[in-house]
């Protein structure tokens, strides 16, 4: 066997094993690294190497690590093999703030009294569970939930070089005003911006691979402040059935595309309650959710609803995060889940999914919005193209004037034949937003129209194209 073809052979194996996420086999992706082989005595050879990882929370890393020993071992010549698991390292250049931090989750809701505090915290000790390095930052500088939350036994905050040092719990860092001030701040904006500004990016944080910021309630301008002085990487939104409504997560979907954050996964919070003595019997308390539809409808790739757990009200009370005391409840699991799909959704961005991102344009000599599908497979050339007539579109938009929330029925509307696009903008990765003539305003998510065909009743129809 010539020095390469042992490693064709292993690489031709391990070709096998495909990314769930990135759908490309994990060679081709460069996962394999530092491939080596060790002759035995019987002719035959030990085989090891390192799987590059995107990330150290990766939730199919054991997974991969079984396939791939189980792939390689199929070689007649292999005895043992050995696989390193190994994530990316954290970049220390650039000189935006909180450079050594890899990835940052911003935690939100719309309105206050959700529990977005305590999903915040859950979520990152989760994400701390599946392996990564990870803070939280309590950016809630009305009503800071943090010290109440997680209670580190040492809580007095150290000051080192002109920087400020992060509490820690169960390997977790934390930083909240409340560790810096007891009583509750009442100061007006722009001492709030720039006490926002001290905090988030004089907190020396060190190496992290995801920082969570929890949010303050709302979508105004000290959440958009933050927004623009870090750069974010994803944004889950917060909400519970009861104040749960199209306009409110529209509003957090626009905010963060005001920055180009997406949003990878929605909240509701509180959805039911399944009493412990009947846990077969679950409850709606504000009605059966109706987070999957809005999920679907505004393209967020996630949706997770959580109970009523008063288990987790008594913990949360105590200043232990539930997923570290009751790890192995249903409601652990669902964190699990949820901090599984943000740390996917981020691995697939930061791989470079952005240029695949459909090309949306409005042809004026066709008079149609066409959006071209990039092939996924080289990011490249146009794989397929789908054609709207304006006024196909502007009546499939799903925005709160034009779909009852409560009902999710259309509402009647009259749209004019003649409705041009005045602007067409990508928002995030994953959907466009359209201003029309009429003063209209509608936000497309790819996943719904990319895929469409064009109705071609309705397009002969339109007198826009037949008189023009
Ligand atoms: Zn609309």
């Given at each position: 066997m010539c020095s390469t073809e042992w490693k064709?052979?292993?690489?031709?194996?391990?070709?096998?094993?495909?990314?769930?996420?990135?759908?490309?086999?994990?060679?081709?992706?460069?996962?394999?690294?530092?491939?080596?082989?060790?002759?035995?005595?019987?002719?035959?050879?030990?085989?090891r190497f390192t799987l590059q990882l995107t990330t150290p929370a990766c939730p199919v890393k054991e997974t991969f690590r079984q396939e791939a020993i189980d792939a390689v071992s199929s070689l007649d010549w292999v005895r043992n093999v050995q696989v390193d698991l190994q994530a990316n390292q954290v970049q220390t250049s650039g000189n935006r703030p909180l450079h050594k931090v890899k990835h940052i989750i911003a935690v939100a809701s719309c309105k206050g009294g959700v529990g977005k505090s305590t999903v915040a915290v859950n979520l990152a000790f989760t994400l701390a569970k599946l392996g990564g390095k990870v803070g939280i930052m309590d950016a809630d500088i009305y009503g800071p939930s943090l010290p109440i939350l997680v209670q580190p036994e040492d809580r007095i905050v150290q000051y080192k070089d002109g920087k400020i040092t992060?509490?820690?719990?169960?390997?977790?860092?934390?930083?909240?005003?409340?560790?810096?001030?007891?009583?509750?701040a009442i100061m007006r904006g722009p001492m709030i911006a720039n006490m926002m500004n001290q905090l988030l990016t004089e907190t020396d944080w060190g190496c992290l691979d995801y920082l969570v910021i929890d949010m303050p309630p709302g979508t105004g301008d000290i959440q958009l402040t933050i927004c623009q002085t870090i750069s974010l990487d994803a944004a889950?939104?917060?909400?519970?059935?009861?104040?749960?409504?199209?306009?409110?997560v529209i509003k957090g979907i626009y905010m963060f595309d005001k920055v180009s954050v997406p949003c990878v996964a929605l909240v509701e919070n509180?959805?039911?309650?399944?009493?412990?003595?009947?846990p077969n019997k679950r409850y709606y308390l504000f009605g059966n959710g109706k987070g999957q539809k809005i999920a679907d409808d505004y393209g967020i790739p996630f949706m997770e609803s959580l109970?009523?757990?008063?288990?987790?009200?008594?913990?949360?009370?105590?200043?232990?995060?539930?997923?570290?005391?009751?790890?192995?409840?249903?409601?652990?699991?669902?964190?699990?889940?949820?901090?599984?799909?943000?740390?996917?959704?981020?691995?697939?961005?930061?791989f470079g999914n952005r240029s695949k991102v459909p090309q949306v344009v409005f042809d004026s000599d066709k008079c149609a919005i066409v959006i071209s599908n990039i092939d996924p497979s080289d990011g490249n050339t146009i794989h397929n193209q789908?054609?709207?007539?304006?006024?196909?579109?502007?009546?499939?938009?799903?925005?709160?004037?034009c779909v009852d929330e409560w009902t999710g029925m259309e509402r009647p509307k009259h749209v004019d034949r003649n409705?041009?696009?005045?602007?067409?903008?990508?928002?995030?990765?994953?959907?466009?937003?359209?201003?029309w003539s009429d003063g209209h305003q509608s936000l497309y998510p790819f996943e719904r129209v990319a895929h469409t065909k064009v109705q071609e009743s309705a397009y002969s129809n339109t007198p826009a194209s037949t008189q023009g």
């Open positions: 064709n052979q292993i690489l031709e194996q391990l070709k096998n094993i495909v990314d769930p996420d990135l759908r490309q086999n994990i060679v081709d992706l460069g996962f394999v690294r530092n491939l080596e082989r060790i002759a035995k005595e019987d002719g035959g050879y030990d085989v992060p509490l820690e719990y169960q390997g977790v860092k934390l930083m909240s005003f409340g560790y810096i001030n007891t009583e509750s889950v939104i917060v909400t519970t059935p009861q104040q749960l409504s199209f306009q409110d509180m959805a039911y309650f399944e009493p412990k003595d009947m109970p009523l757990d008063p288990d987790l009200c008594r913990w949360s009370d105590s200043g232990t995060p539930a997923v570290l005391v009751m790890s192995e409840s249903k409601i652990s699991q669902l964190y699990h889940s949820l901090a599984s799909a943000v740390v996917q959704e981020i691995a697939k961005r930061a789908v054609e709207w007539t304006p006024w196909d579109l502007r009546n499939a938009c799903r925005c709160a004037l409705v041009k696009p005045l602007q067409i903008q990508s928002a995030g990765n994953y959907a466009f937003s359209v201003v």
